[in-house]
């Protein structure tokens, strides 16, 4: 597979307005760009560190993935995301070695990325996705 960098590191929180003071005042990062993913029914909200972003995800419904993460393990690192020419290119790549998808097939992401994530039963226990 051809990873080009570290796209993003996902952050599950329980709120976002919460967290800018501490990745604004005390880190010293800017805030860019703060968006509502309807489907995957998040906020997100991202920081640029050189080339790699971090993006906060606060859940916007209680049944949702990242509401469901904060419930079970807390708040804090929920994936890691590695940009990659063709995102379906990676995802049959992967899954030609055994790999276990979320995704069989890119979808629409926050920042109009297209993505895909990879089951963290195959990764080492780290939640991947893939995007461009």
């Not at 051809?2 to 990745?23: F, N, Q, R, W």
């Amino acid at each position: 597979m051809d990873i080009t960098h570290i796209e993003h590191l996902g952050i599950a929180v329980k709120s976002i307005e919460a967290s800018l003071p501490y990745y604004e005042g005390v880190l010293g990062l800017k805030c860019y760009n703060i968006e509502v993913v309807e489907d995957q029914k998040v906020k997100t909200a991202f920081f640029k560190v050189g080339q790699t972003k971090i993006e906060l995800l606060e859940p916007t419904s209680e049944d949702s993935t990242i509401a469901k993460f904060i419930e079970k393990k807390g708040e804090g690192i929920h994936h890691i995301a590695f940009a990659v020419p063709s995102v379906q290119d990676a995802l049959d790549e992967v899954a030609s070695k055994g790999v276990q998808l979320i995704d069989k097939a890119p979808r629409a992401g926050a920042e109009g990325l297209s993505i895909a994530f990879l089951h963290p039963k195959s990764t080492c226990g780290v939640l991947t996705e893939l995007c461009m």
